[in-house]
C-alpha cells in the first residue's frame, strides 16, 4: 500500500496549527498576524493555495519565513496592522498570541476590520492544571502550553476560554465556529462551558462581524 504524502505534509506543523488549516478554505486571503517561521502561511500556501502574508515581531522569525518564499513583514502586530486596509483579507488567523497583545479587545476589532473572517487560538489559563498549580503551590504555573517563567513571559493578558466568550459577547463579535482541544490536542465537546473551561488546554474560534 502506498504511503499518503498528506500524512507526511500535515505533520510538518503542530496540531494546533493543522486544525487552523482546516478552517481556512482554499484560494483564501490569508494574513497570518504574528506568523513565527511561518509554518502555517507555507502549510496554507502548499495545500490550500492561499494568497499567504504574514506579520512577525522576531526578525528569526521573519528571516526564516522569507527563507520559505513568503511575503511576511516584520513589526509589532497591533501597530502593524492598523496599516491594511478595511476587508483586505478573507481570513486574519492570530495563533497563540492573543495573550501577548497589549489591549486583546482592540486587536479583535481589527482583525475583523481588516479580515471578513478571525480565526483566534490562545492557551486556556482556566485549565484545571493551572488551576491546580496555583491552588496548591501558589506560584504561577509553567505548563505545556505557558512554557515561560512569569518574569520573562511574552504573555501579559491571560484568559479563559469563558474569559474570551464573554469579550466576544461585549464586543458583538459573532462566534461562527468553536472548538476546544485538550492535552493530546484531540478536540473536545463543546457541549458544557464549565467542562471545557476546565479540561481544555485552548480554545480555537471562527470569528465575524456581529
Keep these: 500500500m502506498k504511503n499518503n504524502p498528506n500524512i507526511h505534509r500535515a505533520s510538518d506543523i503542530r496540531i494546533d496549527l493543522l486544525l487552523i488549516a482546516n478552517m ?13 517561521d511561518g509554518a ?10 492561499v494568497d499567504a502574508r504574514g506579520i512577525e515581531l522576531s526578525p528569526d522569525g521573519v528571516n526564516k519565513s522569507v ?6 513583514v516584520q513589526g509589532n502586530a497591533e501597530e502593524e496592522i492598523s496599516h491594511f486596509p478595511d476587508n483586505s483579507f478573507d481570513y486574519v488567523i492570530l495563533s497563540q498570541t492573543l495573550q501577548a497583545m497589549g489591549r486583546p479587545d482592540k486587536i479583535l476589532e481589527e482583525l475583523l476590520r481588516v479580515g ?9 489559563f482556566g485549565n484545571w492544571r493551572v488551576r491546580l498549580h496555583l491552588a496548591i503551590r501558589g506560584r504561577m504555573p509553567v505548563t505545556k502550553s505557558l512554557d515561560y517563567p512569569w518574569y520573562s513571559t511574552p504573555n501579559i493578558h ?11 459577547d461585549e464586543l458583538n463579535i459573532k462566534i461562527e465556529k468553536a472548538m476546544a ?26 470569528l465575524t462581524r456581529g
Design 158 to 168: 491571560f484568559c479563559t476560554i469563558r474569559d474570551f466568550v464573554d469579550l466576544c
Design 40 to 49: 502555517l502561511l507555507e502549510y496554507l500556501r502548499r495545500e490550500k493555495k
Design 67 to 72: 527563507a520559505k518564499g513568503l511575503s511576511v
Design 181 to 206: 482541544v485538550d492535552s493530546s490536542g484531540a478536540k473536545m465537546s463543546l457541549n458544557s462551558m464549565l467542562f471545557t473551561n476546565i479540561f481544555a488546554t485552548q480554545g480555537l474560534y471562527v
Design 116 to 124: 471578513t473572517h478571525a480565526v483566534v487560538s490562545f492557551p486556556n
Design 24 to 36: 481556512i478554505p482554499d484560494g483564501a486571503r490569508v494574513l497570518d498576524v504574528g506568523c513565527g
